[in-house]
């Protein structure tokens, strides 16, 4: 009877049957039955995995001596690398690893050397349906991005979703990468083999999330901000306003009175009638409907009293929270910026996952706090690891709600940059505040408006130098 065992690649020996297919890079390099001969010997040795199964003599089961030409299928017509492995690459200087359209069925976590990211401007309205031609990208492709950080992971989003690749990925020099597949169970096996390539995958997604956050909230400031200067802007005209409308009661000046009537038809009663009506940023970062995979209503659950406070604005972000039933509100200061519902959603993921990452937690940028009666179950982040090589569902859990956070995220960053399109058109006001002021200085009653000229000067200033502030917001949203 053959003996089954499990050996190194460079253990192999003549006449040993592989028990299960073997994959490299993937395509299938031996089938499972395949007899090894000292033809073929040399090749299974060098392979880039830990262990392999085989049988000490003959398959019990009609062995298939066929070596395989690189089909890329086992002979069940599915891919699966070795249990436990995650294949090797190596890529030469501007070698592409995908394009973008391409089916999403793998994860890429880069290794060593470099990867440039390329995005193809695809009109709206008009989803790819079939991926781009590698003239296209090389023709028409922006270069938006340089990962050289070994352990980052890229392509997880589509991979993870299901969704075709959202850019093109190309070697800068020697690069070597490792390849997740994620087709049917691919992902769950590969972090059940290896918890912690769930946690490499989470931390890539919260520093994703965390970058887009803070950039939404220095938008939200730089908005709020704002707003108080229209605010002070609309009383100035006001003031000015009825300084002119006094003046020309009591000297009836026809120019004058012309200035006045050009005061009043201004968009800026319009605007500062509107000005309580403005837009904002709120609920645009709120969180989605997700459903947890496996029942987590063990240990560790805490009970959320309606406007009871969960963690605080500048709180240590070393726990992580899973939502168990309820709702929890996310406030920055006093006002409600969110909302995150719905069993197995996350809360306070981005410092706590981060943080263990990082090995070093850092403040909570958010406050977190009951909207009704809510439970959660409370991970510590620095047994993170522990739990997860426990219960690598949970791993798997987790990576899957923060794929689906990502573009809700990145759909509220193009909310964020409409607004603050739209706010920035709406401050032409400043040249309305010019012209008056320019009105104003010609009159030969400009002595008597001496005040109203100096402030109606500030506040094109105020303004203009707003306009840039902003449009700096813009730039740096994307």
Known sequence: ??????????????GMVLAETVIVDGMVLARSGFKVTEGVLAKLRSIDIHELKVYSGSHPDDPDDS??????????????????????????????????????????????????????????????????????????????????????????????????????????????ISIVGVKGNGLEKSIFAQPRLGLNIASTLVSRIGTNSQKLYNAEKSLADLQDKLDFCYRAYMTICQDLGTAVVST?????????????????????????????????GSGGHLTIAQDFSTQNVITLDPGETLFMEGDTGDKLFILNSG?????????????????????????????YAKGAFGPRTETARGAMTSQLIVIRADRLETLMTGDP?????????????????????????????????????????????????????????????????L?????????????KGLDDLG
Not at 1 to 14: D, G, T, Y
Not at 110 to 135: F, M, Q, R, V, Y
């Open 327 to 355: 709702r929890i509100g996310i406030y920055r200061g006093q006002r409600r910026v969110g909302t995150i519902e719905g069993r197995g959603e996350l809360v306070g993921e981005v410092e706590s996952i981060l943080g």
């Open 459 to 471: 506040i094109s200033h105020n303004l203009n130098t707003t306009i840039a502030e902003l449009q």
């Open 1 to 14: 009877m053959p003996e089954l065992l499990i050996i190194e690649p460079s253990q192999l020996e003549p």
């Open 67 to 176: 070596f395989a030409s690189g089909s890329g299928q086992s002979s069940s017509g599915t891919s699966q690398p070795t249990s436990g492995t995650v294949p090797l690459k190596n890529f030469m200087d501007g070698d592409f690893i995908c394009l973008q359209g391409e089916e999403s069925s793998s994860i890429f976590i880069l290794k060593n050397g470099a990867l440039e990211i390329i995005i193809n401007d695809i009109p709206d309205g008009e989803p790819l349906t079939a991926p781009l031609s590698l003239k296209e990208v090389e023709r028409k492709g922006k270069s938006v991005a340089v990962i050289k950080t070994p352990g980052t992971t890229i392509g997880e989003i589509g991979a993870i979703l299901g969704t075709p690749r959202t850019a093109s990925v190309k070697a800068v020099g020697s690069t070597s």
């Open 252 to 284: 009836g000046d026809v120019l004058l009175k012309d200035i006045h009537e050009y005061a009043k038809n201004s968009s800026l009663y319009s605007l500062g009638r509107a000005r309580s009506g403005r837009n904002r940023l709120d609920e645009v």
């Open 393 to 457: 569902g949970l791993m798997v859990h987790v990576v899957k709600c923060l794929a689906r956070r990502v573009p809700e995220s990145n759909t509220a960053m193009v909310a964020a940059r409409e607004v603050l399109r739209t706010t920035i058109s709406k401050l032409s006001v400043a040249q309305e505040f010019e012209h008056l002021s320019a009105m104003m200085s010609s009159s030969h009653l400009r002595e008597s408006l001496a005040k109203d000229i100096q402030l109606a000067k």
